[in-house]
């Protein structure tokens, strides 16, 4: 049992988000007295987050439903120099007008986690490009800068591993962690902010803001780190064989997003329904006794809580019933992700390895051709071993559609246009 007395840090310690604390009593005792103002930073680094990013949102989530305010912070000013945190190389830079489109697209993936106004534990959704594209730089290096010692920012793991590795770390990128603590001494001043979250690759970011803060005359400041994920197998959450699990349904559709949480592997079922959904303990306990066959029945349920959560109980089950008349009753269903191909093009005739490249189940027609020789490739529920193999008006079934396969998870429709 958690030790925490807190409605928050118990309900994060028995669902195994907590990795380290700044302060376990002094943190505990505070949100027992008052509600708490607390926030996680998201870089704007594509325009939607990934499956890797909702064990921070699920904080936020759990936050909020505790009684406290949480804030997710938009790095639309830190995202003009990048993290360079473990990262073997500098980022790439985006122009002001990139950052700005990847921000609307990431602000979408909120919606139905936090909910957002004007009450006291209403979240906020913050950009710190509103301070920090106004910085005067020589009064920010006198007032701020003055408090960072480089001897001691050289021993960060994520300074450190790259110098050790005698890659480059720009000045550029070295100024990350200072920008970075200025937000939290930001926050707290615009916003009574007391704590910040995030993964813990960012304790070394997380501790530098507390110091600042304390140098700066802020009230005490807190820190939460969650664990980084990875799979049983050591896959990092939020990729898959094909890419990126986008939280927004243009990128990924809703089907596929469940199909990802619906092939997770047994034995990170129950963790990921601590974690990810917000059903009860006792009904997760319930689902973790089970065993044998009744484990992919379990898996449904993670894959259409997780979902459900994301884009509507309405969609998520609708994904859970095209999986069902897909795998279990071998119909097909007008649910599943689709492609449009012009009819002019399919009547002269698409290459197969084509096709799958299009369809997105292969990167290229040497990775295509890999998975015909596999056996993996089928066409409307036929296996094909001819990689010259031509598709065209011919293959439309009876409901105008072609269905393709990769192997016996990965399906889509071809809709000619």
């Known amino acids: 049992m958690s030790a925490f007395k807190s409605d928050f840090l118990h309900t994060l310690s028995e669902r195994g988000f907590i990795h ?16 708490v103002t607390a926030y996680i930073g998201f870089d704007p680094t594509a325009s939607s987050l990934h499956a890797g990013s909702l064990i921070q949102i699920m904080m936020l989530h759990w936050f909020q439903q505790t009684g406290h305010r949480p804030i997710a912070l938009m790095g639309g000013g830190t995202g003009m120099i990048g993290d360079p945190s473990f990262k073997d190389e500098a980022r790439q830079l985006m122009t002001p007008d990139r950052i700005d489109g990847n921000l609307a697209g990431i602000r979408r993936c909120f919606a139905n986690y936090l909910q957002f106004g004007d009450g006291s534990t209403d979240a906020l959704m913050v950009n710190n490009a509103d301070w920090l594209m106004d910085i005067n730089y020589v009064a920010f290096l006198r007032d701020v800068g003055r408090h960072f010692s480089v001897n001691r920012m050289l021993t960060f793991d994520s300074v450190k591993l790259r110098l050790d ?22 926050l707290n001043k615009r916003y009574d902010c007391r704590l910040q979250m995030g993964g813990s690759d960012q304790w070394g970011n997380i501790v530098n803001g507390i110091d600042l ?13 969650s664990p980084l994920l990875t799979t049983s197998s050591g896959a990092k959450m939020g990729k898959s064989a094909s890419g990126a699990v986008w939280l927004n ?42 065993g044998g066959s009744e484990i992919n029945e379990v898996k449904k349920v993670l894959a259409t809580e997780v ?60 990775e295509a051709r890999r998975h015909v020789k596999g056996g993996a490739v089928r066409i409307n529920d036929v296996a094909v071993s001819d990689e010259r193999r031509i598709v065209g008006n011919e293959d439309l079934t009876d409901d105008g559609v072609i269905k393709l396969s990769l192997g016996k998870k990965k399906h889509m429709l071809v809709r000619p246009v």
């Open 165 to 186: 590795r005698e890659q480059s770390l720009s000045f550029l990128e070295f100024n990350y962690m200072i920008l970075q603590a200025y937000d939290f001494v930001e």
């Open 307 to 366: 979902t459900a959560i994301l884009h509507g109980r309405q969609a998520a089950e609708e994904a859970a019933e095209t999986a069902r008349k897909t795998f279990e009753e071998g119909t097909l269903s007008e649910n599943l992700p689709s492609i449009e191909v012009p009819s002019a093009e399919l009547g002269e005739g698409i290459g197969l390895l084509s096709l799958f490249v299009t369809a997105g189940f292969a990167g290229s027609n040497g």
């Open 249 to 290: 349904a243009d990128l990924l559709s809703v089907y596929d997003f469940w199909q990802y949480w619906r092939n997770t592997e047994d034995a990170d079922v129950g963790r990921f329904l601590k974690l990810y959904t917000t059903l009860p303990m006792d009904e997760i306990e319930r689902l973790e006794a089970l």
């Open 213 to 225: 803060g304390h140098r700066m005359g802020t009230p005490q400041l807190y820190a939460v780190t």
């Open 20 to 35: 380290q604390t700044s302060d376990d009593r002094g943190l505990d005792a505070l949100l027992q007295k008052e509600s």
